[in-house]
Nanobody
Framework: QVQLVESGGGSVQAGGSLELSCRISGYADTMAWFRQGPGEEREGVAAVRFDGSTAYADSVKGRFTISKDDYKNTLYLQMSSLKPEDTAMYYC????????????????????WGQGTQVTVSP
């Protein structure tokens, strides 16, 4: 059974950077980061497929980078130029199927979830 454990969240001022990590026990064809702010729906942030192809939400393009290290079984989300609106609980997600590029940021296609790590960006 695949399990995901996130780390790296914290508090930072606007304009700062953070890197989130997600330790993966097992294998997933597609991995992604989602976030959910207070009173908001879960939003797809970035995803990476087994072939290395990626997808990003428009709101984070050019600021966030998703990557994975297969040797360390770890997924990363490098976040820079952070804004207060990036404040949310960030979740790592995985799917043991190949997901079409059109659905990479759709939470419904992911069946494996981590417990989340909080990111808070102050003005």
């Amino acid at each position: 059974q695949v399990q995901l454990v996130e780390s790296g969240g914290g508090s930072v001022q606007a304009g700062g950077s953070l890197e989130l990590s997600c330790r993966i026990s097992g294998y997933a064809d597609t991995m992604a980061w989602f976030r959910q702010g207070p009173g908001e729906e879960r939003e797809g942030v970035a995803a990476v497929r087994f072939d290395g192809s990626t997808a990003y939400a428009d709101s984070v393009k050019g600021r966030f980078t998703i990557s994975k290290d297969d040797y360390k079984n770890t997924l990363y989300l490098q976040m820079s130029s952070l804004k207060p609106e990036d404040t949310a609980m960030y979740y790592c997600a995985g799917a043991r199927v190949v997901i079409s590029p059109s659905f990479l940021l759709d939470a419904d296609v992911y069946t494996i979830w981590g417990q989340g790590t909080q990111v808070t960006v102050s003005p």
